[in-house]
């Protein structure tokens, strides 16, 4: 093909776009042309590392060489057909070609402008005691900072082009030989298997990537902390960067992940165990409290104790609803107010979250439209569900559910809902690897770091059912004393 | 034939299988402690014989104790008692859970309780297994508050109804959970036992002793709670007998759906309604407080019948 029907072609696949744009360098009977993006493109990088050194060779009388060797940039591509010279252009590269090349259609060279956002602390996950790094938009940075984590052979990167329209660059990140191979042949497999027109979010591919249609919880983790993902991969998970997205996603995800925070491996384990107990009693807390109340109040009133039974009577004298409905109008109006505190700026939302807390709250019971033992029943539900903010969304759906099943069949309906729920559990997977393990299946090694947490020097294996084989961490003791002090 | 169950959870399963059959007994004498405990003990010995074989079906684990390969009378008798297992279970399981609920009509206790049961037997005895581990977040809990609150020691009375469920199914379920527990062919290990990290020497001993060790710890676990009472209501001891009543159930819908597995389904489905219609009028011939509502029991069985065969045919795994 000439260079001429190249520039023709390309000029057809570019129509109406007037970011797109080609420099011509003539030299006597020869032209190189080049063909990129503007401001897609690094203007730096196309007079730094094209046009200068071909304006040289050409004037040095070095025409003859070929011209990636020319051309002084360190990745460089040759093109064969006309859709990886297009693909190559949308992706940021510049495509230089001239009548001279043979066998290939023009070079691709690696041009993308990769400006964006330095890394900055993550909102979503503080620490008082911990790395001040979080990932950014740029999935190459990305890899980048994870690399600087982990300086091993063993870290290995695939990567997938998805979405038919985006072409966003996927990059499947694991450590070879700590990593289930199943686990990594599956999650690249289904991320081969997306067909979808855009991928503009790591959330996009997290819905691919779900074992099961529409799960209450989340089967792929995510964070946007280095120092997280380097740890997860590091237990024989695997990350996953999309382009475009700080938030990085990892898999299998584990029930137990959600009780997990990264700064309890700085501290002291008892201290950590103690969090996580509570963190454990709020997630139950936030689930069941709410319902228990119902099913208690509304359909086993004789089960109740006295003294709480009469409180709860004569703060309800005044009031038309039955219980049920006042939980249930509550609990609706608390996450309405909720939803409007995260969509709204920062600054009003705070005041709607007090408005909607204290005001709306103590005017309710004033006017005589909520009782107090209600409005604190579903509070503390509500706080609780915060303190574990990976099933926050769901937590919410089935809380209500458990009300509303509890307040027709009383206890009877509430302890069957949480049969219903273990079933559904046990059998939920994520990648394959069982959703509640190490609990069930049980695994020893993997209970050292759910609700317990030993020290990290006493978790001598990575548990099994991530990697599937039994892989020593630590060698289980400290080191020994090198000197004694004196009596 | 796939592994499902590791030792651990076998042991589990074993355990609140017993349970729920004391739970039914009713504040029952020692004797009816102990005795189920020794049914456990007989039939697991028994089964000793065909956890040793090599097999890949319940039949064939049921053909190591006949003389010849033709084990459809067996399996058939072994189904018989399954079926009639679980018309039983849940006729009592409903009556003792609809004291807590008067309000709610006992079809629709026993509708939930067989839900329960088909959900659990469509999910496969992997996901039975893992919920029977789930019942350690119940047991800790109760032996917390029973240590830390108030101790109420209270006569044992002599009431065996419950002893007779025990020993009516315990063959069936010990059989069955074997079965499930090793693996046929070559690979002398299964996937339970690797994850265990070391395979025993002698497979068959160790299941053994790990279906004994369930049930002894579902007969301390039932004195314990009768020698130390929560009080009159006591909530997670209700949960868990009514998770005990649950596993049960799904554990027999899964023995069911597993007998009743046939490439051919109008012989599953013709084999399910001989096998249920005679347990049905078996019983209902026999007597017994719990069928006096013959026409629920009928209903009940069809139902049973329609749901375990239906399993079998299409989502056993």
Known sequence: ?487 | MKTHLTPFQLFLLTFLYVFSGLSLADADSFLALILPFAAVLLWAVIGYRGATKKRAELSDFLSAYMPKKETAIPLAFFLFTVAAEAVCLLMDAGTVLTLEADFIPFPLVLAVLIAIACLTAKKGVTVLGRLAELSLFLLVPLVLVHLFGAFHPIQMSGEASGVRLVFSVMPSSVFFLLSMTTVSGDEGTSDGFRSTGRAPRDRAGFLIKTVIGGAGFAVLARAFLLMFPFGEHALLVYFLEYMAYAVKLSLLFSILAHGFRKKNAKYATVLAMLMLSAAVFTLATVGGAVFSPFLWLVLLVSLNLTVSTMLGIFAVK
């Open chain 1, 1 to 487: 093909m000439t260079a001429q029907t190249i520039r023709k072609e390309l000029a057809n696949a570019f129509t109406d776009m007037t970011d797109f744009a080609f420099r011509d360098m003539v030299f006597g009977e020869n032209t190189v042309t080049v063909a990129y993006l503007v401001g897609f493109c690094s203007r730096i990088f196309v007079n730094k590392y094209i046009l200068e050194p071909i304006s040289y060779a050409y004037t040095a009388g070095n025409a003859s060489f070929p011209l990636e060797s020319i051309i002084t940039n360190i990745k460089v591509e040759k093109i064969t057909e006309m859709d990886g010279a297009i693909r190559a252009i949308l992706s940021g590269n510049a495509f230089v070609f001239s009548d001279t090349m043979e066998n290939i259609l023009g070079i691709s060279v690696f041009t993308k402008n990769d400006e964006g956002r330095s890394t900055m602390e993550p909102e979503t996950e503080n620490v008082i005691r911990g790395p001040h790094e979080g990932f950014t938009e740029s999935a190459e940075n990305n890899v980048v900072l994870l690399r600087r984590r982990i300086h091993s052979a063993k870290l290995k990167r695939r990567s997938f082009v998805v979405g038919q329209e985006t072409m966003t660059d996927v990059s499947v990140v694991f450590m070879e030989g700590i990593a289930n191979g199943e686990v990594v042949s599956e999650v690249c497999r289904r991320i081969s298997e997306i067909k979808t027109d855009a991928i503009l979010d790591s959330g996009y591919v997290e819905i691919f990537l779900q074992d099961g249609k529409a799960p209450f919880y989340p089967a792929i983790g995510n964070s946007e902390r280095p120092d997280k993902v380097a740890a997860k991969l590091m237990e024989g998970r695997v990350a996953i960067l999309v382009d475009g997205s700080p938030v990085v996603l990892t898999a299998p995800y584990l029930f137990c992940e959600a009780f997990q925070v990264t700064e309890d491996y700085s501290k002291s384990p008892w201290y950590a165990t103690f969090v996580r107990f509570l963190r454990f009693a709020a997630y139950l807390v936030s689930l069941y409290f709410p319902a228990l109340f119902v099913a208690a109040f509304v359909r086993h009133p004789d089960r109740m104790p006295d003294f709480m039974l009469s409180a709860i009577k004569s703060a309800r004298e005044s009031l038309e609803f039955s219980l049920f409905w006042e939980v249930l109008i509550i609990f609706l109006i608390f996450e309405t107010v909720r939803e409007v505190g995260l969509r709204m700026p920062k600054a009003v939302g705070s005041a709607v979250g007090l408005v909607g807390s204290l005001i709306l709250g103590d005017s309710a019971i004033k006017a005589g439209l909520t009782s107090a033992p209600v409005l604190v029943v579903v509070a503390l539900a509500a706080v609780c569900n915060f303190m574990v903010p990976p099933y926050m969304n769901g937590n919410m759906l089935y809380r209500l559910l458990m009300i509303v099943i509890s307040g027709a069949l009383g206890f009877f309906g509430f302890f069957a809902a949480i049969l219903v729920s273990c079933i559904v559990l046990c059998g939920k997977t994520s990648v394959g690897i069982p959703y509640l393990s190490p609990f069930a299946p049980f695994d020893r090694e993997g209970m050292k770091d759910f609700i317990y947490m030993a020290p990290i020097w006493a978790m001598k294996r990575i548990p099994a059912s991530l990697t599937g084989k039994r892989l020593i961490r630590t060698q289980g003791k400290i080191p020994e004393k090198g000197v004694k002090t004196g009596k």
